[in-house]
């Protein structure tokens, strides 16, 4: 019998932004993605590419404000859409981590999808802004990625000097961490890598 497709498609629609996203966890890294936030845009491609999700992102907010609404919202429903995609997440290898280099820069990402979220950023960034991205709101990305996915992620930089580097040293990291966590191990047959029984309760 072929596995079940882990795909979900989730939108959000708020006075601030409207965002609908759809995810393939066993993808081939296809990215197709528009949210008016070039940097965002990037590192989303970034992401998909070296997890291997098939990742579609359309995004509209209010960016004659700023940019922080649609960062935080399409981490958000991102967050919600893996959440959705691992269902009971039974089977799972659930833990992945990953060191990546990107020139100068150094990132260590880890990830947990026990089931509860968690953000944990160890890290600083010298400049105000990398494009059109605010710097102190890629954590805020990550913290609001983590929170509605119910997952445990922990980033920390471990070198660099340029912070686009720097944030992309982190994407990729995570990206490698996602792949790794959300494979299926067969030796489970099934079950859920808990001691509990579950990682949905």
């Known amino acids: 019998m072929a596995n ?3 795909t ?14 759809t995810l393939n966890l066993d993808g081939s890294g296809q990215a197709d993605i528009t949210t008016g936030v070039g940097f ?6 970034a992401l998909a590419r070296h997890a291997r999700f098939d990742l579609k992102v359309r995004a509209t907010g209010d960016l004659h404000i700023d940019e922080h609404h649609t960062v935080e919202d399409v981490g958000i429903v991102l967050g919600r ?33 026990g089931g509860r979220g968690y953000f944990v ?4 960034f010298s400049t105000e802004r990398v494009g059109q991205v605010g710097t102190s709101l890629i954590p805020h990305f990550f913290e609001s990625l983590a929170h509605e996915g119910r997952f445990n992620l ?12 720097r944030a992309e040293a982190i994407f990729k990291a995570l ?4 792949d790794m966590a959300v494979q299926r191990d067969k030796r489970l047959a099934g079950q859920a890598p808990s001691t509990k029984g579950t990682l949905t309760a």
Do not use: C, S, Y
């Not at 979900?8 to 996203?21: H, L, N, Q, S």
């Not at 965002?40 to 491609?45: A, K, R, T, V």
């Open 154 to 165: 922990h980033a920390r930089l471990l070198a660099g000097a340029d912070d686009h580097h």
């Open 8 to 21: 979900a498609t989730v939108a959000r629609k708020t006075g601030e932004t409207d965002i609908e996203i």
């Open 40 to 45: 965002l845009d990037h590192m989303l491609h």
């Open 175 to 178: 990206a490698r961490a996602l």
């Open 4 to 6: 079940p497709a882990r």
């Open 121 to 124: 950023f160890d890290g600083t």
């Open 81 to 113: 859409a893996l959440a959705e995609a691992l269902g009971n997440r039974k089977g799972i290898t659930r833990m992945g981590h990953a060191i990546v280099p990107m020139d100068e820069a150094l990132a260590l990402v880890a990830v947990d999808f």
